[in-house]
C-alpha cells in the first residue's frame, strides 16, 4: 500500500529533487561552486602565470648578475712574432798584420888592426911581389890612423919588399891614410892612383918613386 497524505507527497518532491540532480539538472549549489572553481582556477592559473613570469625575470636578473660577475674571458694574447734570428755578425777581417822589416841589425865595424896585423897584412900583400924591375931603392912611411895612430913603412930594395911596423925616416914618400883605406888598398878595394888625383890621402915626397912603387906593388 502507498502512504498517504501531504507527507508522502513531501517525500516525493525531495525524491524527485534528488533525482533531478542525479541526472545533471543544474542546482544553484552545483552552479555556485563550479562557479568559484572555474575562478578559482583561473586564479591559479593567473598566479601560475605570474609565478612563471616572477621566476623568469628573477632568473635573468640572476644570469645578468652572474654575467656581470664573471670576469671577461680574456682573449688570447696574441703571440709576439719570433725575433729574426740575429744573423751572426760578420768578423771583421784581421788586419793584415805589417811585416815590419826586420832592421837589419848595424853591423859592428871590425876592430882596427894594431899596428904589428896591419903590417903583417900589407907584407902578405906584397912580399911575393916581382920588383926585379925597380932599379932604386924606395922607401915609403904611411901614417895610418884611425882608433888609433901609427906608423908602418914598406921599402922596396934589391929586389925584394920589406914591410915593418915602424916610421922610416930618411923616406922617400910620406903618406896620411886612414887605417881602413890602407886596408882596403890590400883588399884591392881602393883606387889608389884616382884617390891621389882627387888628393883623398895626403902625400909628399918624390911622386916618380910613388909612381914607380904603385906600378911594382898595386898595378
Known sequence: MLPSGSKYRKDLSEMATKKTNMTGTKTPVAEAVKTEAVKAAAEVKADAAKAVKAVEKV?????????????????PAAKKP?????????????????????????????AQPDKFALADMVREKFAKKDVTKVNEKIAIEIKAYGDKEYYIYILIDDGKVTVEPWGYIDNDVHIDMPIDDVVAVVNGKYDFMAKAISGDFYAIGSVTKLLKAYQALIK
Open 59 to 75: 632568473a635573468e636578473k640572476t644570469v645578468e648578475k652572474i654575467a656581470e660577475k664573471a670576469p671577461a674571458a680574456k682573449k
Open 82 to 110: 719570433a725575433p729574426a734570428a740575429k744573423k751572426p755578425a760578420a768578423k771583421k777581417p784581421a788586419p793584415a798584420k805589417k811585416e815590419t822589416a826586420k832592421k837589419a841589425a848595424p853591423k859592428a865595424a871590425p
